[in-house]
């Protein structure tokens, strides 16, 4: 799959879009937020030469096929504020898992909410697949929120699954079924 395979999806006030180079400095405000990073697997970007591998590795995975990564971009102005990731497709049994990021600006106005409906109802509708996963640290209580008004359960609590910069993070699992998923 190549960018141009990936498909825009669009929701009210944002949509879900291939990254392309013009999205660097973008991607680089968003990623190197140590707020925007604190629950993420990774620390915080360092520089714009880590922003120019990050982009690189997106465009390859999605080449590759081996995960859909899409731009959140506003409609209003065509403006990168975020990311979200269908990933460890396994199309054998019909699961993902999904991640998301979104910068700091931008919270509390609900474009992830918009974001992630409409990523659901492309990897149900149009994946068709079975089940979502989602891993967040515990801590992440927005993120919490979002992934249970969305009708994800916790599943699990994983003691000392990451490592990020020296600091060791526990995760919770959570999963959607696609009979259990509600349109919105």
Known sequence: MNQDQLPTIKAKRVQLRPITDEDLDALYLIF?????????????????DAARALLNDIQDTVRQGTFLKWGIARLSDNLLIGTTTIYNLDLSNDRAEIGYALGRAHWGRGY???????????????????????????????????????????????RERWNVDGEIQDALFFGLLKREWVKP
């Open 112 to 158: 992830m909410q918009e974001t992630l409906n409409a990523m659901l109802g492309h990897a149900f509708e149009e994946m068709n697949l079975r089940r979502l996963e989602a891993d967040v640290d515990p801590r992440n209580t927005a993120s919490i929120r979002s992934l249970e008004r969305l009708g994800f359960r916790q599943e699990g609590y994983l």
């Open 32 to 48: 190197s937020d140590p707020q925007v990073m604190r629950y993420w697997s990774t620390p915080p970007l360092a520089d714009m």
